[in-house]
């Protein structure tokens, strides 16, 4: 019989259903019959859906009576008492263990008091977070009942390949569970959502807020991605959604049952940036792809290696890096305490080093602060940097000096407009080289103040009287 449509056509969304549902990594084809037109996702959605779930995260947040008239706000709504009322969002989540441990997005439930889990059948359940991470936005729940509950196992994110089919489960705008379909549309995305994590699963299946935390599934039924992120305008589907690929969601599971408070990635001790297409032509590569290194702290794990400024790395254990997100991905992926081979190119020569993967180090004393007293930095926390604080605020890790932490609302520091992150460098010409420093020259109290801080890789200078 001849085929009842064109190979290559988007109808081969329903193709691999005649077959049995492993038979996928073994064999890749187009419908060939009218009964592979007429196949059904049923029987993988019914394998499959129960293990997706809808959370709901409250809290309580502080909300000041308005006098009506934004004139008199301004003057009286120090007086006005306060309120709180709360507060819900809504996402999904997908339960990875029999046990109850759910795997959703950090964002789903950010600063919540309270977390609720509703499975498909109807039946809700009081929930831990156990582990959180702003920067892989990611979280791990445990659903505080005992009995056993449908799971999904997790695959391999990295067999995936452009124009498998996927399944996206998850409670689009609250309307309950739904379904939709599409393919892998691209991998290793990066640049996608705030955060220093890049490395997506790019799928054209309707990814609809809501969505958030939810299950990409490939037609074995293994949880392959979280859906994470669209890119949208007026706020539904255009067809272009990202996922969190499962091999990370492995070693950020990994970290929540061993009782982990936080989430730690490997410590390279060297900067890296895209490679270009001048460096690419320059350094005699075929295409644009790689890390380039920029920088070595002296000492660190990459030094140790052999690593050296100017090279490309290009590959992590036998796998392709496109970008530097992809390489941290990489040896994040990869697991702590352990190593990996990096593949890296110079003068067109290309050779294999081995770097350890540990835990960055505090090469210093914290020695965090809380700023009191009449200077511009009253209401701040500073602490010196070392390469664990840096990676703990998302700072480089090559950086030092003192930072700022953290700051009081409606402090002094918090009305000059200081941040969080912000690095000081200097305070009327005395460099600043630890929290000691900086409390001995805030001492003297000079009356008028000439502050250089860094923030986002850029020195300003403000002055203060």
Known sequence: MQPMIKRGSLLALALVLSQPLGALAQERRVPESRADVQASFAPLVKKTAGAVVNVYAEKQVQKRVSTGDPFF??????????RTEKQSSLGSGVIVSDGGLVVTNNHVIEGADDIKVALADGREFKSTVLLKDERLDLAVLKIEAKEKFPSLAIGDSDALEVGDLVLAIGNPFGVGQTVTSGIVSALARNQVAQGDFGFFIQTDAAIN?????????????DLIGINTAIFTRGGGSNGVGFAIPANLVKVF?????????????PYIGAGFEPVTSDVAEALGLDRVRGALVVKVVPGGPAAAAGLKAGEIVTAVNGIAVEHPDALGYRLTTAGLGGSARLTV???????????????????VPRDET???????????RVANLSPRLAGEIRLPAEKTGVVVTALKNSSPAARLGFQPRDI???????????????????EDDPGFWRIEIERDGQRLTQFFR
Request: net charge negative; proline share 5%.
């Open 73 to 82: 706000d301004q003057f009286f709504s120090q007086r006005l008492p306060n």
């Open 209 to 221: 807020p809501g969505n958030s935390g939810g299950a990409l599934t490939n037609m074995s039924g």
């Open 253 to 265: 599971l990994a970290a929540a049952e061993s009782g982990a408070k936080s989430f730690e990635r």
């Open 345 to 363: 190119i110079e003068g067109g020569k290309e050779r294999e080093l081995t770097l350890k993967l540990d835990t960055a180090p505090e090469t």
């Open 370 to 380: 809380e700023i009191q007293g009449r200077t511009p930095f009253t209401g701040t």
């Open 424 to 442: 000081i460098v200097s305070i009327n010409g005395t460099a600043i080289a630890s929290v000691k420093t900086l409390q001995a020259v805030l």
